[in-house]
Structure formats: C-alpha cells, structure tokens
C-alpha cells in the first residue's frame, strides 16, 4: 500500500478497489496511460469522453497519491508535468482488460476497439508484455 494512501473506512477489498480507482474518470485516465501511452495532462484532455479540467487534476493527484502514477517535470516544458505509470499502475492492466472483455459480450464497438479486444482475448499475456516494455523504455528515457 502507497504511503500517501488514506486510511480505508473498511477492509473490503472490493471497498478498497474501488476507493481507488471505481470511479468513471480514473479508470479511463488509466485506460489512456495502459493502453494509448498518453502521458501529458494535454492528451488526457484530448479523448473523446472530454474530462473536465479540474476533474482530470483530481484524478491524477489521487492515482499519484496512491502510488500507481508518478509525475515528474516534462524536460521539453518544465512547466508541465509526464505521469508516468509504476508496476502497481501497470498491475491494473487484467483489471482494465477484463473490463473490456465483459463489456465487449454487451456493447457495440467499432473496428478498432473489436480488434483490441480480440488481442486481449487470444494474446493478453504478449499485449501486456508490449506494454510493459513501452512503458519501461519512456521510464528510461525520462
């Protein structure tokens, strides 16, 4: 458990769960870091559910707070800030990816999203290791 977390009023751990990331705005800030690389608050800002600004702080303060992002200044523009994600983050990508299957039995999607969900179910395992490695190398390079 990340030091900064706030003490939990149950031990669920569904309660726990959701207390960090149950919300419809996290999990598509961490949808956005897994599985699109973003890493700016700019391109946050720029998906199609259109977060709200200060919503967006909120949220990236909170999964910072809870250790499954880092910040550090942006080299190209110190008065920005990359969020990058820790292992705890990436631990979140069965999570997200069995979201995404359950949702896919029950929803329409697009090409592209039918494609992503057929990976996540016939190649989960070289998927999560792709992402691993990207996000490994955008460490390294910060």
Not at 80 to 85: A, G, K, P, V
């Amino acid at each position: 458990m990340s030091k900064t977390a706030k003490k939990r009023l149950s031990n669920c751990a569904v309660v726990y769960g959701l207390d960090i990331f149950g919300d419809r705005w996290t999990m598509l800030v961490l949808r956005d870091m897994i599985l699109h690389g973003k890493r700016r608050y700019g391109e946050f800002l720029e998906s199609e559910e259109g977060i709200a600004t200060n919503i967006l702080a909120d949220r990236l303060k909170r999964l910072a707070a809870e250790g499954l992002v880092t910040v550090s200044r942006d080299p190209d523009n110190r008065r920005s800030n990359i969020y990058t994600l820790t292992e705890e983050g990436l631990s979140l990508m069965p999570v997200l990816f069995e979201i995404m299957n359950w949702s896919a039995n029950y929803c329409e999607l697009n090409e592209r999203r039918t494609l992503l969900v057929k990976r996540i179910r016939e190649d989960r395992e070289g998927l999560m290791a792709e992402i691993r490695a990207r996000e490994a190398a955008l460490r390294n390079a910060a």
